[in-house]
């Protein structure tokens, strides 16, 4: 089943996700929608619950119950292989420090899905080299991420995780660690990226200043979810 922009079903689509850290239920009947191409913010206090629903529905944990569909594929119910594949292809993820690998150049570490999906070395880096100049790390390629600063190591992050042309890029709070102007300028390269792209962004945070930029936003909140200024 193809989904394309402007369709009626969701990209991916999360039903009455239940999910329980030991005897903390942290999600407790949350349903959440993304279409593709839109930008939508998951904001609540911390300890909400955000990243165990960004968890379940990039496919990194599997819910106690409840289902989470994306593209027709029920992501709760597939096996580890296809996930994983899924993952690597589909997906692109940015946390909040932005887990780089500290031994390698800021180019390596954009070209490094490519290269687990197979690509050449000269060709990942050429295209990792034009991630970094989109972003606005040119000149830094060389660079190990403890060489760069938060906002530089950041966008490298997002450069990693968009450089396969993932539909969907999942962020978790991928400005909470950086002083305001840093954050913006990451948004901004966030956003105007995905919108270019038409990928899917599902964008969590608790600052009023980065949900702006979404164009939609729900509430997390006793393990459910509330829209919020629903655009459409
Ligand atoms: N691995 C874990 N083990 C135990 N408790 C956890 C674990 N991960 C999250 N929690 C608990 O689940 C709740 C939701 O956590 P989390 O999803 O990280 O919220 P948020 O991202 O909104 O801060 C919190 O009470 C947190 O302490
Ligand atoms: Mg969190």
Redo the contacts with the bound molecule.
């Keep these: 089943m193809s989904n394309q922009e402007g369709s009626p079903v969701p990209l991916l689509l999360a039903r009455d996700l239940v999910k329980a ?2 005897r ?4 407790r009947g949350a349903s959440v929608e993304l279409r593709a191409g839109e930008i939508l913010a998951v904001t ?12 379940c529905l990039s496919g990194i944990v599997r819910p106690d119950s409840g289902s989470v569909t994306y593209d027709g594929e029920r992501l709760d119910q597939l096996p580890e292989q296809r996930l994983s594949e899924l993952r690597r292809t589909e997906f692109g993820v940015v946390f909040q420090f932005g887990q780089l690998i500290p031994e390698l150049t800021a180019l390596d570490n954009v070209a490094l899905p490519l290269l687990l999906a197979g690509t050449r070395r000269p060709q990942a880096q050429a295209q990792a080299g034009e991630w970094l100049e989109r972003f606005g790390v040119r000149g830094q390629e060389e660079l190990r991420p403890g060489e760069l600063s938060g906002g530089q190591a950041q966008r490298v992050a997002l450069a990693r995780a968009l450089v396969t042309g993932p539909r969907i890029v999942f962020a ?2 991928p400005t909470g660690a950086l002083d305001s102007l840093a954050g913006e300028q990451v948004m901004t390269a966030l956003t105007h990226t995905a919108r270019e792209s038409g990928t899917a962004v599902l964008l ?1 945070t ?1 600052d009023a200043q980065v949900s702006a930029y979404a164009d939609r936003e729900v509430r ?1 909140a006793d393990g459910t979810v509330t829209p919020l200024g629903v655009a459409a």
């Design positions: 850290h030991g903390t239920e942290a999600l609540g206090a911390s300890g909400s619950g955000k990243s165990t629903l960004l968890h978790d709070e969590i608790h997390l």
